[in-house]
């Protein structure tokens, strides 16, 4: 069914068992007090599900290449034994891995950060400080003992983070090099750096040592790299003594989405492929790929010789297992939200996945077997109803999950209909194989009521929200106003001109899918965003006009401050980007006067304005659903209330979902 994807890769002295990757992530767990146990719990369920080579997230190989002040480090003997409980658990179920060395420079957040010239960088606190000759060589040979020290611990290799705009980029570019010694000036002085830290690994690791290389291909800022001059460095770094070379694209102050749900699928395979050929050691592409089928294709078509993936082996550590055995329906698929994985470490908080909960507490939130088989009902079908029916047949129990609408998926039938959010449907269609798989007897169609429910040992209320119903001069003007339900589900008709009521992450959406040009393919999604698909330019950035949409759309909100960001730390800023560039008006400080046939009347600053919109949205968040409330208390110790029919307010599918899997685990 893959065969290319399951192809073993020989690499001469060592062999992975398929062409999957799973991409270096930072989880929280290399700086947490017990970390090492949990990250090997986390690394071995993962290596148990198949994946070929793991990499680590980034170590530092010394003190100030730290990103944060307490960031993990490797540099000593007692990091190589400390690390031996994490490549023995590996190596137990049969997968080899290897430990990521990045060097932050001046991404570093403290005040100790150096880099190869004296530049800030717009998205750190701290301007770095110049590497003397000296640091630069002492740097190379922390590389070299780190290397080194990770062979002693039982890695099977090091990945050298040449990427995203980390130390070794910042000297590979001249946006951020403006020596004038050995080290900066022409290229091949810029990339003297880099180069020896290979060297120096391959010399102190001996030859029988994977070493990656990610090699930023496309760095998506201002004087980047040109093409010619990756070409030059991938044929550089094959001489200096790499293994594979992995795909970088875009430094982390970029601008342009890489990563997000909003990036169309494997939209950066096209950079790898353009690299292939001037290298003979095996090369890998990443990005936005999650499922076996989208990876074999890429493998077929001859655009790389493996694929990373990072995040989906966050949401289904057997993604590589359940391929083999033809199961790829049953792949709880990464839908790139990003809301409790990168979010979280952005935030410094342990990574976890908003579709998987086990994700990085596999030592903590274990699914076991019921010691008492019970009969438990579930009211809503919505995304907490859903993880915790199917976990709750898993454990045994026997499931009765009822749903008053025609089909499962709660609000997440709502989003998968979002421009940029269809991934949402891969979720919907997961639990929908779950219900099977695991026995859940689903009723549609079925509202619950005490009656219903009165017999069964355990009942799980997940009924879920419905939009908030304001308060404005003429809202009941059905011609006019619509709820964002109805216009998402029904796909109501909208004039040209539109008000949204709510800058939400719902308001956001809405206004997203309204100006959301027709037809948008990957081509047209490299121009919105000024990618050079040709690599002409340095960084691979065209500046290529706004597109305007034809609508002419308003998000409000009554709070002053920022407007249209949404509520993603990672991704609030590709949200209101987007709006800008399609010339929606987000404005802050409302106050709701009136809706007439004119429009939506508002006050910002007490100055009345008219909006003549044609349709107003109401985003105005969200109510519970609470059936029967006034019976629930007959319910007594058996009632259990999850998801948005707990609390609406700040409506969160990693909440709802987590809850569920926590309640399904302890009944
Ligand atoms: P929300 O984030 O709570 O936003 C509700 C909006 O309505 C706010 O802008 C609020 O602003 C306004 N509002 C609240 N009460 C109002 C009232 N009585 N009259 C007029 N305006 C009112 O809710 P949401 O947009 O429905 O999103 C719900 C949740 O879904 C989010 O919290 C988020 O967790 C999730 N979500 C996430 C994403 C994502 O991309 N990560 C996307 C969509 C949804 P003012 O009070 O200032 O007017
Ligand atoms: Fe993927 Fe979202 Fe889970 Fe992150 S939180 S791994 S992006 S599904």
Not at 158 to 169: F, I
Not at 603 to 612: C, G, I, P, R, Y
Request: charged letters at 25%; one cysteine or more.
């Amino acid at each position: 069914m893959y065969p290319n994807l399951l192809k073993p890769l020989d690499l001469g002295f060592t062999q992975l068992r398929n062409r999957v990757l799973m991409g270096s992530m930072h989880t929280g767990l290399e700086e947490h007090k017990e970390g090492l146990g949990k990250l090997a719990a986390f690394y071995e369920e993962r290596a148990k599900g198949g994946v070929g080579l793991i990499v680590t997230g980034g170590f530092s190989p010394n003190f100030r290449g730290r990103l944060h002040p307490f960031s993990a480090e490797f540099s000593k003997t007692k990091h190589a034994k400390a690390h031996k409980v994490v490549t023995e658990a590996v190596h137990r179920q049969g997968g080899k891995i290897a430990l990521q060395l990045l060097h932050a420079g001046r991404y570093a957040m403290h005040p100790f950060s150096q880099s190869a010239s004296s530049i800030k960088a717009p998205i750190a606190k701290f301007a770095p400080s110049e590497m003397s000759n000296r640091q630069i060589n002492n740097t190379i040979s922390a590389f070299a003992n780190s290397a080194a020290l990770a062979k002693e611990a039982g890695y099977d290799g090091v990945e050298v983070m040449g990427s995203e705009g980390y130390l070794l980029n910042q000297f590979i570019c001249k946006r951020t090099n403006m020596r004038y010694d050995e080290w900066g000036g022409s290229y091949e002085n810029r990339i003297r750096f880099p180069l020896e830290v290979v060297k120096a690994i391959r010399k102190a690791a001996g030859e029988e040592f994977i070493i990656i290389f990610r090699l930023s291909m496309l760095d998506l800022v201002e004087e980047g790299s040109t093409f010619d001059e990756v070409i030059m460095l991938a044929k550089e770094l094959e001489k200096a003594g790499v293994t594979i070379i992995n795909t970088g694209i875009g430094w982390h102050e970029a601008r342009i989405p890489t990563i997000a749900t909003q990036v169309p699928r494997s939209a950066f395979t096209w950079v790898t492929e353009k690299v292939r050929p001037h290298v003979s050691v095996p090369i890998i592409t990443c990005n936005r790929i999650n499922t076996p089928e989208e990876a074999e294709k890429i493998l077929a078509s001859g655009q790389a010789d493996m694929v990373s993936m990072a995040r989906p082996f966050l949401a289904d550590p057997h993604f590589v297992i359940k391929a083999e055995q033809n199961q790829s329906q049953m792949i709880n698929t990464c839908i790139g939200c990003n809301q409790a994985c990168l979010d979280n470490v952005f935030k410094g908080k342990r990574a976890g996945c908003l579709v998987n909960p086990l994700a990085c507490r596999e030592t903590e939130l274990v699914i076991k077997p019921a010691e008492t088989k019970k009969n438990i009902a579930v009211v809503g079908a919505g995304p907490a109803g859903l993880s915790c029916a199917t976990t709750l047949a898993e454990r045994g129990h026997n499931v009765d999950l009822f749903e008053r609408n025609d089909r499962i998926g709660g609000q997440f039938r709502l989003a998968m209909q979002i421009p940029g959010k269809e991934e949402f449907r891969e979720t919907i269609r997961y639990f929908a194989n779950r219900i099977d798989e695991t026995g859940v007897k689903l009723h549609l169609d079925t509202e619950a009521n005490y009656d219903l429910l009165a017999e069964y040992d355990e009942v799980v209320m997940a009924s879920g929200v419905e939009p908030r119903k304001v308060k404005i001069e003429g809202i009941d003007t059905p011609e006019k106003v619509v709820d964002y339900q109805t216009l998402i589900r029904d796909k109501t008709y909208t004039g040209n001109k539109v008000a949204i009521v709510g800058a939400g992450g719902i308001g956001v959406d809405v206004a997203t899918m309204l100006t959301e040009p027709s037809g948008h393919n990957l081509d047209d999604w490299l121009h919105e965003w000024g990618i050079d698909k040709e690599i002409a330019h340095p960084g691979g950035l065209f500046p290529y006009p706004d597109s305007m949409s034809e609508k002419t759309v308003w998000v409000l909100q009554r709070r002053k401050g920022r407007v249209g960001k949404g509520p993603g730390k990672t991704t609030g800023w590709i949200h209101k980007r987007t709006l800008e560039k399609r010339g929606v008006n987000l404005l802050g400080g409302v106050s709701y006067d009136k809706i007439d046939e004119q429009g939506l009347h508002i006050s910002v600053d007490e100055k009345a304005q008219l909006l003549d919109a044609d349709t107003v949205v109401i985003c105005a968040g969200q109510e519970s659903v609470r059936p029967f409330e006034n019976q629930w208390h007959l319910l007594g110790d058996k009632l259990h209330i999850i998801g948005g029919a707990d609390y609406a307010g700040e409506l969160d599918a990693v909440r709802a979902i987590k809850q569920g899997v926590e309640l399904a685990a302890k009944l």
